[in-house]
């Protein structure tokens, strides 16, 4: 009994100490971090917050043009632009954003700061069309909003809360907040052209009440907008002259930036989510190009091998930058077929229609193998020089009316995510391989639950270079440079 009743005592002394620390930091759970207003005349917006250990609330400091105030009693922190009367200013000479502090101060005294984003600017909201899995961002220096508490099916998501993912370009989107079930960010300018965007691919992910991730967006942010710039082929398919999510078409371009700005993302056939595209334009080291977090720290890729508990959907989804790989298909006893899924899914993208897990914006789709059948090696690609197509990473493809360029931008490998540009068949080359391969995904799946891809590759000395319909393996997880067809609505 001895023993029992001195470990009871020991147990208790040890709560008592931990209940007498007097270090315990004040702190708000606050409604949300930033805030837009039209105007310099607009009126006055609250946030509401949940303290905790917090003894009083108030404002710490306020940027020049702004006002705030605490209301204790409500919880409440109210916001106002005030712009200036200073004689001999407008307010078109006070900077556009500003920031409120505010601080919790605990039993001791001591403060925790919090800050809270200020804004003069426009909002748009990027779903008025209708939901998707991807939008398209051009204006700088805006805030924007989307549905998060729907798929584009119109299926309703239990979201608490939304974050940011990644982005390619750190900085580029700020303050990412729910806001009465729209997921509110604000994109900033370039640091060469507060008229511009910076170049940038981004996802936010919408959070469940247990923290996990229930669904994820696609923010494809460019200056130029590519709805803006469409073909029409001879079978009637329309499609835009850029891959998803990238900058610019290189069109035959030797240009090293220009090549890498028309790569655009990569993706596993049958996924919504992205793949950041190459740190260099030639792919060399399989290098990936870098992603921040809102707090611009690196992030790393995830490459797990595929096994029965993350070859499934519902893992995807949960876990977007997770590209799930299938080494053991090429080993001996495997199945050969290199399937990211454990159960193949024929339907996550098809040929019917635009599903819930395509990746394309509102009103364009994967296309199907129909589609791209049309395209031909064009005459001028035939009539190029060698050395010169060579550096072009890519072919002019003829529909019988008219040529447009692919890219060539290689293949995200099954084995381990890596990007591969290579054609390094012995012999085809005289010194080194070189970089002429790409694969296009397409929505189609065969009988036996293959998915269709068209693959470029120019792998002969002679400018009568291949362009063939080649059927991958089901979801062999390669390139899909996206070109979408136009869906009739």
Same mark, same amino acid.
């Given at each position: 009994?001895?023993?029992?009743?001195?470990?009871?005592?020991?147990?208790?002394?040890?709560?008592?100490?931990?209940?007498?620390?007097?270090?315990?930091?004040?702190?708000?759970?606050?409604?949300?971090?930033?805030?837009?207003?039209?105007?310099?005349?607009?009126?006055?917006?609250?946030?509401?917050?949940?303290?905790?250990?917090?003894?009083?609330?108030?404002?710490?400091?306020?940027?020049?043009?702004?006002?705030?105030?605490?209301?204790?009693?409500?919880?409440?922190? *109210?916001?106002?632009?005030?712009?200036?009367?200073?004689?001999?200013?407008?307010?078109?000479?006070?900077?556009?954003?500003?920031?409120?502090?505010?601080?919790?101060?605990?039993?001791?005294?001591?403060?925790?700061?919090?800050?809270?984003?200020?804004?003069?600017?426009?909002?748009?909201?990027?779903?008025?069309?209708?939901?998707?899995?991807?939008?398209?961002?051009?204006?700088?220096?805006?805030?924007?909003?989307?549905?998060?508490?729907?798929?584009?099916?119109?299926?309703?998501?239990?979201? *608490?809360?939304?974050?940011?993912?990644?982005?390619?370009?750190?900085?580029?989107?700020?303050?990412?907040?729910?806001?009465?079930?729209?997921?509110?960010?604000?994109?900033?300018?370039?640091?060469?052209?507060?008229?511009?965007?910076?170049?940038?691919?981004?996802?936010?992910?919408?959070?469940?009440?247990?923290?996990?991730?229930?669904?994820?967006?696609?923010?494809?942010?460019?200056?130029?907008?590519?709805?803006? *710039?469409?073909?029409?082929?001879?079978?009637?398919?329309?499609? /835009?002259?850029?891959?998803?999510?990238?900058?610019?078409? *290189?069109?035959?371009?030797?240009?090293?930036?220009?090549?890498?700005?028309?790569?655009? /993302?990569?993706?596993?056939?049958?996924?919504?989510?992205?793949?950041?595209?190459?740190?260099?334009?030639?792919?060399?080291?399989?290098?990936?190009?870098?992603?921040?977090?809102?707090?611009?720290?690196?992030?790393?890729?995830?490459?797990?091998?595929?096994?029965?508990?993350?070859?499934?959907?519902?893992?995807?989804?949960?876990?977007?930058?997770?590209?799930?790989?299938?080494?053991?298909?090429?080993?001996?006893?495997?199945?050969?077929?290199?399937?990211?899924?454990?159960?193949?899914?024929?339907?996550?993208?098809?040929?019917?229609?635009?599903?819930?897990?395509?990746?394309?914006?509102?009103?364009?789709?994967?296309?199907?193998?129909?589609?791209?059948?049309?395209?031909?090696?064009?005459?001028?690609?035939?009539?190029?020089?060698?050395?010169?197509?060579?550096?072009?990473?890519?072919?002019?493809?003829?529909?019988?009316?008219?040529?447009?360029?692919?890219?060539?931008?290689?293949?995200?490998?099954?084995?381990?995510?890596?990007?591969?540009?290579?054609?390094?068949?012995?012999?085809?080359?005289?010194?080194?391989?070189?970089?002429?391969?790409?694969?296009?995904?397409?929505?189609?799946?065969?009988?036996?639950?293959?998915?269709?891809?068209?693959?470029?590759?120019?792998?002969? /000395?002679?400018?009568?270079?291949?362009?063939?319909?080649?059927?991958?393996?089901?979801?062999?997880?390669?390139?899909? /440079?996206?070109?979408?067809?136009?869906?009739?609505?």
């Amino acid at each position: 009994m001895r023993s029992v009743k001195f470990l009871i005592l020991s147990l208790v002394v040890l709560v008592a100490s931990t209940a007498c620390n007097k270090d315990i930091s004040a702190s708000l759970a606050l409604e949300r971090t930033s805030l837009y207003f039209a105007s310099w005349d607009a009126e006055l917006q609250y946030i509401s917050y949940v303290p905790t250990n917090a003894v009083s609330v108030g404002v710490a400091s306020y940027s020049n043009g702004w006002n705030a105030s605490v209301d204790i009693a409500t919880e409440t922190i *109210a916001i106002w632009p005030e712009g200036t009367t200073e004689e001999g200013m407008t307010n078109d000479d006070l900077p556009k954003e500003g920031s409120v502090v505010i601080n919790a101060l605990n039993a001791e005294g001591e403060a925790t700061s919090y800050y809270i984003s200020l804004y003069i600017t426009q909002t748009l909201p990027l779903d008025t069309a209708g939901i998707a899995n991807s939008y398209i961002v051009t204006a700088p220096a805006t805030s924007y909003t989307f549905d998060a508490m729907h798929r584009p099916d119109g299926s309703e998501l239990a979201t *608490a809360d939304v974050k940011l993912l990644w982005q390619s370009n750190p900085n580029a989107v700020r303050n990412v907040d729910l806001v009465d079930g729209k997921a509110s960010f604000y994109v900033t300018s370039s640091y060469e052209d507060d008229a511009k965007v910076a170049d940038t691919n981004a996802v936010i992910a919408a959070y469940n009440a247990s923290n996990e991730v229930i669904w994820s967006w696609h923010l494809w942010i460019t200056n130029d907008n590519p709805l803006a *710039a469409t073909d029409t082929y001879s079978n009637g398919k329309v499609f /835009m002259q850029r891959n998803l999510g990238a900058f610019a078409n *290189a069109n035959g371009s030797t240009e090293e930036q220009k090549i890498l700005d028309s790569y655009g /993302m990569y993706y596993q056939w049958g996924r919504k989510d992205p793949f950041p595209r190459p740190y260099h334009f030639d792919a060399s080291g399989a290098e990936d190009e870098s992603r921040y977090d809102m707090d611009g720290v690196y992030i790393k890729e995830n490459f797990p091998e595929r096994s029965s508990s993350n070859g499934t959907l519902d893992y995807v989804t949960k876990n977007p930058m997770h590209y799930i790989t299938n080494a053991a298909c090429v080993a001996e006893g495997g199945d050969g077929i290199g399937d990211w899924l454990v159960t193949a899914g024929k339907t996550l993208w098809n040929d019917e229609k635009k599903s819930v897990y395509d990746p394309c914006p509102y009103g364009w789709r994967v296309p199907t193998a129909e589609d791209l059948s049309v395209l031909k090696l064009s005459d001028a690609e035939d009539n190029t020089p060698l050395e010169t197509a060579r550096k072009q990473y890519g072919w002019n493809l003829s529909d019988g009316n008219n040529s447009f360029f692919y890219s060539a931008c290689g293949r995200r490998r099954y084995n381990d995510g890596k990007v591969e540009n290579m054609n390094s068949k012995d012999g085809v080359y005289p010194s080194q391989p070189q970089p002429w391969e790409g694969y296009y995904w397409t929505s189609t799946t065969t009988v036996d639950g293959k998915a269709v891809v068209e693959y470029y590759d120019k792998k002969k /000395m002679s400018r009568k270079s291949a362009f063939y319909k080649k059927r991958a393996h089901r979801m062999i997880q390669k390139r899909r /440079m996206n070109l979408w067809k136009k869906r009739k609505n």
